[in-house]
């Protein structure tokens, strides 16, 4: 039987939360890693595997399938992730999908483009230190979505839909994660969310040390 063949790089954020997923599912797949700093996602070759060129995706035969959500509910349905993590209960899957879909916006868009242009364009010499106020309203937008994320999501909870971890708290997590890059301490303003952070961490390791790894070496701790 043909393994399906997962292309990822850790250095993406969508791609960290799936492979922690796979991991802790104990998934059989074909180990297929894309290095996004050398441009491999941006090749002719690649664009075959996935016509939007970029990572994660995967190739399930003849079957070519991108977007980490998308890939985490084909997966599911095929019984390659665990149930804990996107469980097969209704209303359970549902508050899952809930954040998975509010997080587009509200976490993954603000998270990111503040490391990216804070941190990582900078770093890589693609673009010179944002401005005082540049910098002051980007942080502002991702600390108003933060607050969002202490304030409702972990509210009265351990993890984000209730008392146990799911992939929901895996795709989250990655994306505040990587902020420390840009020498933002969570914890200093959100102490729900850096519990939480290490709750996660606790749940899922050795995987999620393993997959940020280089986020931590970048971020110096």
């Keep these: 039987?043909?393994?399906?063949?997962?292309?990822?790089?850790?250095?993406?954020?969508?791609?960290?939360?799936?492979?922690?997923?796979?991991?802790?599912?104990?998934?059989?797949?074909?180990d297929c890693p894309v290095a996004i700093r050398k441009l491999e996602h941006r090749s002719a070759q690649f664009k075959k595997i996935n016509r939007f060129q970029k990572v994660p995706c995967i190739v399930d035969g003849d079957f070519h399938l991108g977007e980490s959500i998308a890939i985490l509910r084909y997966l599911s349905d095929k019984g390659h992730i665990d149930d804990q993590l996107y469980c097969k209960d209704l209303q359970k899957r549902a508050q899952i999908d809930e954040f998975l879909e509010w997080q587009h916006l509200s976490v993954r868009l603000p998270c990111a483009t503040y490391f990216?242009?804070?941190?990582?364009?900078?770093?890589m010499?693609?673009?010179?230190?944002?401005?005082?106020?540049?910098?002051?309203?980007?942080?502002?937008?991702?600390?108003?979505?933060?607050?969002?994320?202490?304030n409702i999501w972990l509210k009265d909870k351990d993890f984000l839909t209730g008392n146990k971890m799911t992939a929901a708290d895996l795709f989250g997590a990655?994306?505040?994660?990587?902020?420390?890059?840009?020498?933002?301490?969570?914890?200093?303003?959100?102490?729900?969310?850096?519990?939480?952070?290490?709750?996660?961490?606790?749940?899922?390791?050795?995987?999620?040390?393993?997959?940020?790894?280089?986020?931590?070496?970048?971020?110096?701790?």
């Design 1 to 30: 039987m043909t393994k399906i063949k997962y292309f990822y790089d850790l250095m993406s954020q969508p791609s960290r939360a799936l492979w922690i997923a796979l991991q802790m599912s104990r998934t059989s797949y074909e």
């Design 116 to 123: 990216l242009q804070v941190g990582l364009y900078p770093m």
């Design 125 to 150: 010499g693609l673009a010179e230190v944002p401005t005082v106020e540049k910098m002051t309203a980007l942080q502002k937008d991702m600390e108003t979505n933060l607050k969002l994320v202490e």
């Design 174 to 221: 990655c994306e505040i994660e990587q902020i420390k890059i840009c020498k933002y301490n969570v914890s200093e303003k959100f102490p729900k969310i850096s519990e939480w952070l290490s709750k996660v961490r606790q749940e899922s390791n050795p995987f999620y040390d393993n997959a940020h790894k280089y986020v931590n070496k970048l971020a110096g701790v």
